[in-house]
Structures are given as C-alpha cells and as structure tokens.
C-alpha cells in the first residue's frame, strides 16, 4: 500500500513521457488520478444468449468459436476475417473488418466474451468488431467501462490502468465528510464512491457514487467559501439615522410594495449599524429597485452625508436622473448627473458643485464617477446592474477610502443560492413583488416566415396609437454583411420601405449621448412609431406606451439578456407582447428561446439559463470567480448545492478552522489554493 500522494510515476509502465502527457491532463498524483472522473461509460454489462441477440443493440455474449476463422481479401486495402461462435442458444456469424490478426488469436472450441452491436441478415445472426476478450476474468466487456479524457501520449488504456492502479494503492480513503454529515444525507462510503465512480458495479452504484462525491465537492467548495468570506471581518462604517421612512414614503406617488418595504428596512439596518453596508439588490425588471435606490440616498441625506449611483450606460444614467430627480426633490433632495458625453466645462461645473455640497446625489456612468470624482461626505455608493459592473470597478470603488456603504442593484436575477456562494461576502435582498397592476408580456417564437404577417400586426398596433421597438443583433450594415445577423441600420431601412408612412428611427451605442436623448425624447413624445435599436434599448428606456417587440435573430441573445430586453414593455395598461424572430435551425437554439414563451418570471428564466450555460458561460469569462468542479454542476446541482452548503455552515458554526477534520480541512486548502487562493 502507498499514499495517494505519490507520483503517477508509480504505476508501472509510466516514465517521463507519460508523465509529462499524464500532467496535460492535470494528473500528477494517484489522488489526482481518482479524482479524475470519467467524462463517461460505455454500459457493456449487459450479457444475452445469442437467440435473443436483438439488431442495433450492443451486448456481450459469451460463445464458443466454433468454425475456423478464415482470412479473404474482398478488394484490395480489405481484409476480412470470419467465423462462426456458438452458445447454448444459437450460432452467431462474426466478421472482423481489416484486423487479419484476429485468424490467430482466435481458437476453434475455446470460449470468448464478445461485445459489439448485433445485427440480424436473413435469419443469420451477425456482429462485426466486436470487442473479444478470452477467460472468465474481463476487463473490457461484462461491464461498465469508465471513459476518460484523454490526451496524446495517453490511451484510454492508460487511464484505466492509472485509476485501476490507484484505487489499488488505498486500502482506507480519505474519508472528509464527518459521519453525521453522511448519514444524515444518506451517502456511501468513499471507498464506495471512488471504485464505483471509476469502475461501476452496476447504473445503480454509479449513481449512489456520484451522488456522494457531488455533495462532497461541493460540501468542500461551500466550506472554502465560507472560510473565505470569514476572514473578511465586517469593515466599520458610518452610523446613520435611519428612522421615519413613512415620511420619504408620503412623498411619493405610490405607495411602495410589501417587497420594497423590505428591502428598505434591510438596507436602513445595515446603514444604521455601524458597520459598512454590502448588500446586493435583486429583483426581476420592472419590481422597482430604483425606489431601494432613492429610499437609502434618503437616509444618508437625512444624517449630512452624500451618495453616488453608478450606472452602466449614459442612457441608463440619464433615465434614473429622471426618476431619482421624480423621487427625491419632493423631499427636498438635490441630485447631480455626471457623464461622459458632457463638455468639459459643464463637467468642471458639476465637479465644483459638487464639491460645494450642493449635491445629496450624483448620478452618472461609473466610467466617469470611478475616475476622478471626489465626493465630499460620500456615505453611500449604489451601484446599478452588478452584472456589467466588473471585479476591477468593484476594487477601485473599495479603495476609495471612506468605507462607504454600498449597495449593489442587480436586474439580472442569480439564483439565490448561487447568489449567496459567489457573493458570500454581500447581504442579498431579493424583490420577489412586482408592483401592482403589470400584466405579463406574452411571448411569441416565430420564424421568417411569420415576417408578413409580423409586419401585419406591427401595423395594427401602430394603428391602435402604440410604440414598437425592434431589437437587432447588429448596429451597422458592413456587420450584417459580414455576420448574416440583422442589422439596426439596414433592417431601420428595410422597415421605412414597408412602411413608408410611419415615423421610424434607429438608436444604438455608437451614437453621441446627445442624439441619443433627441432619439429617446421623440420617442417618449409619441412621435416616434417604431423604434430599431441594439441592446442599448436593454437597460433604463421607461416607454409605457409601447406594447410590441421585436427580437431580431433571436437566437443570438443570452436568454436572461432577452429577458430584460422583454422588460422594456408591459409597463403600461396595454397588452404587451414580445416576439422572437429566428431561423435557428437547431434544436438547442429553439428550445432555450421557447422557455422564453413559457416563463415570465425572471428567476426561473435565470435558473433555465444557468442550468443550460453553466455558471461559467452565465456569468462570462469565468467572472464569478470560482474554482472548476469536477464532477458537480452548478447549474444542475442546485439542491445538492443548497444541502451541502447548510451542513458545511452547522459545521463551520462548530468548529470554524475545521480542526477536528484534519482530511477535510486538506481537501479545503487543496480547493483555496487550485482556485488561486481566492474566488473573488
Ligand atoms: P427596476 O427594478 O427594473 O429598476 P424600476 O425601479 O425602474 O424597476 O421601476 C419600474 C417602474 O415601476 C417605474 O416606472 C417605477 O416608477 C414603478 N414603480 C416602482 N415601484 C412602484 C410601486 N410600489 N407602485 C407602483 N409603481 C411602482
Ligand atoms: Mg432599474
């Protein structure tokens, strides 16, 4: 017996070659080794008399070779070698294609185990290639076989010696789920766990194994969160006076949602404590987090101090200028907008006001406010949209000195429990309350074909006094020539044609600040009938009268992206409907947008996307920080995520630098430093 720790080198046959091949695949050690997991397993188990052989499905029989195999070329570069097996219950012809070494392996009267797909020709039973393995004990037929990922220089063959050989090597594994744990959960042994994984008994075994080692990584990846995020102790903060909130309240024009209320007090009591404020915002578009926003710059103005709001876009910018100026200047609060697009001069102009103290808020895009803004009294930081708003902004923000409270507004709903491991170190409200009287924007997928009709009902919808937007993949005509994908530009064009009589115009990012608000002003005006547009369209634009949208190559968007675009309607009393247009020929494509036409609900349509995506693809380029798992997926493994996660905190709660679980605490270390030391 030797440890787990020793080289794959170990494994007789293994020299400096295959170790260097067998460290591509990131195996340096036997543990390595078992836990590298098979990508997936050929079921070769099942075994049957020859009678029952059935055409197109693969089996083992065991038979008896029972005429002497013949070698013929049937034309040149073809070698055929043929022979008759027999069983108790029939005779099975076997052909071996190009391997004219199979005439001497084989021997008349001995008896083989064969695996291959079975055919049926005439009443002949036949099987070609199968895969022939001679005595009682089979290694690669009569069983599950693992399937590993491979790399030049390593052979499936390989690898099966490795895990073979490793599991060899154990004789007790390391065991790092405490037995309460275990048995509360109702999880195998390791031992179990590991050889069943590699080598399954049975469908059965395998999935009690990985059921046990999915909760196991991700009981260690919630213990080395937790372990993380407890090492960053509360940072002190400023204590604010929070109370009277039914005074703010009263100025408003509606009364605010239960879910609001909430969130609200939430946000109040972390501000009011002492220490700094860390706290995510979530909601579905549309459930009013704006409100949250304005309700804690309230407060901080009330006790003298100042806040800033970030924004990710200068459209989106200027719109919660509007709204926050709605909000708070009954209350008496001044706010300031800053962006990008101003001169120079007005910009020295806001920055000297601000330094002044005429602002209780400033609101701009966080390119501009992270720069160069120095904000006198600054108690409050909120930033909207955390999914553009990347780590670096978030680290510039934190060296800001003060210890500002911040709150962050997410409009892209993350499932809870995920929200809670990757930002495990932020409290997290979620509005789950859509203020009253909104009616669900009903979902269509058509395809080309629809497109008459489609401009049919945009006529009739225009006719009835409403707006339509347009979305397309693309800005400029040079991208839809080279892409294929609808552009904003040829597609406004090709709008104009069908209807020469409305008022059409186009809005993407590439446009000035200014032409863009001129845009957006006909259009809140009513002027504007149809309005094309890129994804700027996404975030902010508040058109209640619009009640048609159109999602151009549908199939290009992330099904959360299509879900905030679909957001910008419904906002009025009118039935609003969002249609998705896409040629996608493939099954994939179509099925995640038909989950658009089912859910309306921002989360569930999350949950959908990250269980399709993956957390990686969810949160692009590996943003969220996370170590790779091997065998759990974050998506599909939701509930064992949740499960593992509570225990790993009882656990923590008991014994936080895990001392008397010397082999987790390993596992938990190993996890920490694979990630970088760091998952955020
Ligand atoms: P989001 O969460 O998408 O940022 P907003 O804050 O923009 O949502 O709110 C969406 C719309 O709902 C706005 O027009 C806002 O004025 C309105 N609104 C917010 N809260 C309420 C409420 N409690 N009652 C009625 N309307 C509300
Ligand atoms: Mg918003």
Not at 224 to 238: F, I, M, N, V, W
Not at 314 to 323: M, N, P, S
Not at 421 to 443: F, H
Not at 459 to 471: A, D, S
Request: aromatic residues 6%; charged residues 25%; contains cysteine.
């Amino acid at each position: 017996m030797g440890s787990l720790d020793q080289s794959i080198t170990a494994l007789p046959g293994v020299g400096p070659k295959k170790e260097a091949a067998f460290e591509r695949l990131g195996i340096r050690t036997l543990r390595d080794m078992l836990s590298n997991f098979p990508r997936t397993y050929d079921d070769r188990s099942v075994m049957k008399p020859i009678a029952l052989l059935v055409p197109g499905e693969s089996c083992c029989i065991r038979a008896m070779v029972a005429t002497q195999p013949k070698l013929s070329r049937v034309r040149k570069g073809m070698e055929l070698v043929k022979f008759q097996a027999a069983d108790d219950s029939g005779v099975v012809d076997i052909t071996y294609f190009n391997q004219p070494y199979m005439k001497n392996n084989l021997h008349v009267g001995e008896t083989y185990t064969f695996y291959g797909k079975a055919d049926v020709i005439g009443r002949r039973k036949t099987m070609s290639n199968p895969i022939c393995e001679r005595g009682e004990q089979t290694r690669y037929t009569g069983r599950i076989i693992p399937i590993y990922r491979t790399t030049a220089g390593v052979t499936q063959k390989n690898m099966l010696d490795a895990a073979e050989f490793a599991l060899s090597q154990c004789d007790v594994f390391p065991d790092l789920l405490p037995a309460e744990v275990s048995s509360a959960h109702n999880l195998c042994q390791a031992g179990f766990a590991y050889q069943n994984i590699h080598f399954p008994a049975d469908q059965l075994s395998l999935t009690i194994a990985r059921k046990r080692l999915i909760f196991e990584e991700l009981f260690v990846l919630a213990c080395a969160l937790k372990r993380l995020h407890s090492d960053q102790s509360p940072k002190e903060g400023l204590k604010l006076r929070t109370a009277g909130t039914e005074e703010f309240y009263a100025t408003l024009p509606f009364s605010p949602t239960g879910a609001q209320r909430r969130t609200i007090d939430a946000a109040l009591s972390d501000m009011a404590s002492g220490f700094a404020m860390n706290r995510l915002v979530q909601g579905d578009v549309g459930s009013g987090k704006t409100l949250v926003a304005a309700a804690c710059a309230w407060a901080a103005a009330k006790s003298g101090y100042a806040s800033v709001m970030m924004a990710p876009t200068e459209i989106l910018a200027r719109q919660h200028f509007h709204t926050l100026t709605e909000f708070l200047s009954p209350a008496g609060l001044r706010v300031g907008l800053l962006t990008g697009s101003m001169t120079a001069k007005e910009k020295r102009e806001i920055k000297s006001q601000l330094l002044a103290g005429k602002f209780d808020l400033l609101i701009g895009t966080h390119a501009v406010i992270t720069a160069d803004v120095e904000v006198p009294g600054l108690a409050l930081v909120i930033v909207d949209e955390q999914h553009r708003f990347g780590v670096e902004q978030r680290a510039m923000l934190a060296a800001k000195g003060q210890k500002p409270h911040v709150l962050v507004m997410s409009a892209t709903p993350i499932p809870r429990t995920l929200a809670l491991i990757i930002y495990g170190d932020l409290d997290v409200s979620i509005i789950d309350e859509l203020p009253p009287g909104r009616q669900p924007v009903d979902t269509l997928l058509v395809n080309e074909s629809y497109r008459t009709r489609l401009n049919g009902f945009i006529r009739k919808q225009v006719e009835y006094g409403r707006q339509v937007f347009v979305v397309c993949p693309k800005v400029e005509y040079e991208d839809e020539a080279s892409s294929g994908l609808r552009s904003a530009e040829a597609h406004t064009v090709y709008l104009q044609s069908v209807f020469p009589d409305l008022q059409i115009a186009c809005i993407h990012g590439r446009m000035k600040a200014k032409q863009k608000d001129e845009i957006m002003a006909r259009v809140l005006s009513g002027e504007i009938d149809i309005l094309v547009s890129t994804t700027v369209i996404e975030v902010g634009v508040d058109v209640p009268n619009a009640n048609l949208m159109i999602i151009e190559n549908a199939e290009r968007f992330g099904l959360s992206q299509l879900h905030q675009l679909r957001g910008r309607i419904g906002r009025g009393q009118h039935k609003s409907w969002c249609i998705l247009v896409s040629d996608a020929a493939n099954d994939v494509s179509r099925e995640r947008l038909k989950i658009m036409t089912r859910l309306s609900d921002g989360f569930a349509v999350s949950e959908e996307d990250l269980r399709l995506r993956g957390p990686g693809d969810f949160f692009g380029n590996r943003q969220h920080g996370l170590p790779e798992t091997h065998i759990a997926d974050l998506g599909a493994d939701m509930q064992v995520l949740t499960a593992a996660q509570d225990a790993a905190h009882k656990l923590m709660a008991q014994d936080p630098e895990l001392e008397t679980h010397p082999i987790l605490r390993n596992a938990v270390e190993r996890m920490i430093q694979s990630a970088g030391g760091t998952f955020n």
